[in-house]
């Protein structure tokens, strides 16, 4: 198994750091997840990715951790 960092972003006019937060965790609470990620292999290689919406949420609805391949 191999790891990995997964990250979003996304741009919000805020007055604090704290204030752009709290909208970024808002804007995930509410609304659809990402679907674009920057992710980061073990040897610190980037890819950036945009995941299809209907794949996606398939994905999301399967219980994943019963796969043989995870254990």
Known sequence: MHKFTVSITEEFEADTAEEAA????????KGPAP????????????TDLTLERKTADEFARLDHT??????
């Open 22 to 29: 709290l909208l970024m965790y808002q804007q995930l609470t």
């Open 35 to 46: 679907l674009v990620y920057s992710v980061t292999d073990e040897t610190k290689t980037a």
């Open 66 to 71: 019963a796969d043989p391949g995870n254990w």
